[in-house]
């Protein structure tokens, strides 16, 4: 099925808001995880533009693929990267600024390069086996360590040995700091996804996988130096800032996320204009599975990755966490299941991706600063909102291969989840209305209620078949 929609604009704004907004809500909940809301929210907007025809197991298998993989990428380490570009010891070191910024621009390509190449497989129609599937995932996790190997080695800050490649910390640019080096490891994950786009590009001939790995490789290079030079910006000339024409607002404005606000913004837009300019090549699955795992196998899986998900992200197991850090291995339940499951593509979509985010919501509302009861936490922030979009899942996921009901899902899907996860950093935020008394919150609450506005009456009133805009009502199953 090819997107009928003429004109790229639309996509590209909408995607941008959706962007913007879940990358400004990431940092609050960690790397991994945190990534993963926004790639979901703006897997569904580009969905609801460029994929509306097909039926909803199709768009939940495109939309959850992309939102595990842009995952990957929050297993690299990026603070001090950041840092070169901006700490005060290095402002006005320009060679300093210029590799802090190529850095910023190999990982942030890295980084939604993964999105990319799993939103096309998702959306290019080709069908591949368990067998396929399990090799490609093992050998990219190979991949990953031998990346590791040779460019993230050798890693000794005792003796003061790190990679030739750096980009963290070094006593080159800080020769008599105490500093306290970060390993990394980009290089395991730049050889991963290289071998994956080599296999799904050039063996496979997954044209739109490996258009959309270029497209969100630029994306994510762009979108992350271009963020941080707003950051960067600031930290160089925050004199004439603090007194310029922001002043009024200067002391509201955290300027962390408004790097990361930008950054969110930047990749989604271009990586809109990439799948609009390869929507010829989108295409479904007609029999909805390159292969089937059973009902059993499902379930299976889900119980051994929900208890995986909360291990990593709530408790401290060491020798788990060394497993677990490396990103791709926690992905290889989900991606087989999404790919062969019934179920699971509707579990990502919704109640697995929302998971951690209540969990972490619940933390550090109720313990780590006790701003509400246990009780009530568990109640308002996390049992009820779970038990919600479990329900809208199950709902959803009865109609799966209904040809007509794609828009529908899509519109349901991400209007639960663009509310979801503006209450949950609202409620992380301390509620920033911008009427009370504004702190560093608050213009980047003010920034995420015009994208929650704008996204829904974007499903609401937005017909993409006719790229039109008229009434519909919301709530209506």
């Known amino acids: 099925m090819i997107s009928k929609i003429k004109n790229p604009l639309a996509p590209m704004f909408f995607a941008s808001l959706a962007g913007g907004m879940g990358w400004g809500i990431r940092g609050q909940y960690g790397h991994e995880t945190g990534a993963m809301l926004a790639g979901l929210l703006v897997a569904l907007v580009l969905v609801y533009f460029f994929a509306h025809q097909f039926n909803p197991i199709n768009i939940a298998k495109a939309v959850a693929l992309s939102t595990v993989a842009i995952g990957f990428g929050g297993a690299m380490t990026y603070g001090q990267t950041l840092g070169l570009t901006q700490d005060l010891p290095l402002i006005g070191n320009l060679a300093a600024l210029r590799w802090g910024l190529i850095g910023t621009f190999i990982k942030g390509a890295i980084w939604i390069g993964f999105f990319g190449l799993f939103l096309g497989l998702g959306l290019g129609g080709k069908r591949y086996t368990l067998f396929e599937v399990l090799l490609i995932l093992f050998v990219s996790i190979f991949f990953l360590y031998l990346g590791i190997y040779i460019l993230n080695e050798p890693f000794n800050p005792g003796n003061k040995e790190l990679p030739s490649i750096y980009f963290s910390d070094d006593w080159y640019w800080e020769p008599g700091e105490n500093l306290k ?199 308002v922030y996390f049992i009820i909102p779970m038990i919600l979009i479990s329900w809208f899942c199950l709902k959803l996921s009865r109609k799966q291969n209904d040809d007509t009901g794609g828009i529908k899902f899509i519109r349901y899907t991400l209007g639960i989840n663009i509310i979801f996860y503006f209450v949950m950093n609202w409620a992380f935020f301390s509620w920033p209305w911008p009427w009370v008394d504004w702190t560093a919150r608050t213009p980047s609450g003010i920034i995420f209620i015009f994208c929650t506005i704008s996204i829904l009456l974007l499903i609401t009133y937005y017909d993409p078949k006719n790229e039109k805009w008229k009434y519909r009502k919301f709530f209506n199953f």
């Not at 980009?186 to 071998?195: H, Q, T």
């Not at 889900?302 to 197991?317: M, Q, R």
């Open 181 to 379: 080096p970060r390993r990394e490891q980009w290089g395991g994950l730049l050889f991963a996804l290289a071998f994956l786009f080599s296999y799904i590009g050039f063996i496979k001939k997954d044209i739109l996988a490996r258009n959309m790995t270029l497209w969100g490789m630029l994306a994510g290079g762009l979108g992350f130096t271009l963020g941080q030079s707003v950051q960067a910006f600031h930290a160089w000339n925050m004199d004439q800032i603090k007194n310029g024409l922001l002043a009024s607002i200067y002391p509201f404005i955290n300027w962390w996320n408004m790097m990361e606000i930008t950054f969110g913004v930047v990749f989604a837009c271009i990586i809109a204009l990439g799948l609009w300019y390869n929507r010829n090549h989108i295409s479904s699955n007609s029999d909805n599975s390159s292969f089937q795992i059973s009902v059993k196998e499902e379930s299976f899986l889900l119980v051994v990755h929900i208890i995986a998900l909360l291990t990593w992200n709530f408790t401290s197991f060491s020798t788990f966490d060394w497993f677990a850090d490396r990103a791709i291995t926690m992905g290889v339940i989900p991606i087989i299941a999404i790919m062969g499951g019934r179920m699971w593509p509707f579990l990502i979509c919704l109640p697995i991706t929302a998971l951690p985010i209540a969990g972490k919501t619940l933390r550090f509302l109720a313990y780590r600063n006790s701003e509400i009861s246990v009780l009530i936490g568990w109640i």
